[in-house]
């Protein structure tokens, strides 16, 4: 089945614990990228990539790192995280950079304490 | 700069009522206009699109059409059920900046039996 999967779905940490929120795609993919979404905003997205080894930044990476190492994983780190990056983050991709219909994991709910 | 505005919810409304929500752009250029669905603990899921000016997208009952003229792509569908029951955000992608997503806040609907 064609997907992107997000692990964990739920983590409740605590401020300055690093963490990785991982993302996996079997679509062979070659465009990913990370939002989050939080109440009366939408979805805001945080980095992309178009392709391995190919990373940019979205409206609002501050507090955030991506890798590309390969093609099918995106993750997400948080080296120091803070109470104001609870939030619900979704992992997204698509075929390539300039088609437009993207595929969303399930989310990853985050409360930071 | 470029943006979506959605009307707010929560909308809340009878089975086999109509339904409309009003989503309006701003942005540089001639952007794809798109609904995404979202249901209770899932990822959001392309519902319709439109690529240009007067093109109508539709999809499970739902339609939108692209005017250009008032820059608008308000949702719509005749009959709603209970299992419409979601959030919809109203979004649009740029050509520039590698198919940029911009996403409206999203609106709740609830559909009551």
């Known amino acids: 089945e064609a997907q992107v999967t997000q692990n964990p779905r739920y983590l409740i940490t605590v401020t300055g614990k690093k963490l990785t929120v991982t993302c996996s795609q079997n679509m062979n993919h070659e465009y990913m990228s990370w939002y989050r979404q939080d109440p009366g905003l939408g979805l805001r997205q945080i980095y992309y990539s178009m392709n391995v080894e190919v990373t940019d930044k979205g409206d609002v990476p501050e507090g955030y790192k991506v890798s590309r190492k390969e093609k099918r994983n995106f993750p997400l780190i948080l080296e120091s995280p803070s109470p104001n990056q609870t939030s619900l983050y979704f992992c997204a991709s698509r075929l390539r950079w300039d088609l437009e219909t993207q595929y969303f994991g399930p989310g990853t709910r985050l409360l930071v304490l | 700069g470029d943006s979506v505005t959605q009307m707010e919810g929560p909308v809340t409304l009878s089975e086999e009522a109509f339904l409309t929500i009003n989503c309006t752009y701003t942005a540089t250029g001639y952007p794809s206009l798109f609904w995404y669905v979202q249901y209770p603990g899932e990822g959001l899921q392309l519902l319709l699109k439109?690529?240009?000016?007067?093109d109508k997208g539709s999809n499970k009952g739902f339609e939108a059409t692209y005017r250009k003229e008032t820059t608008s792509f308000h949702l719509e569908k005749g009959s709603v059920q209970v299992s419409d029951s979601a959030v919809y955000f109203c979004a649009l992608s740029l050509t520039g900046g590698g198919f940029k997503t911009i996403f409206g806040a999203g609106t709740r609907l609830f559909v009551k039996a």
């Open positions: 439109a690529t240009k000016a007067d």
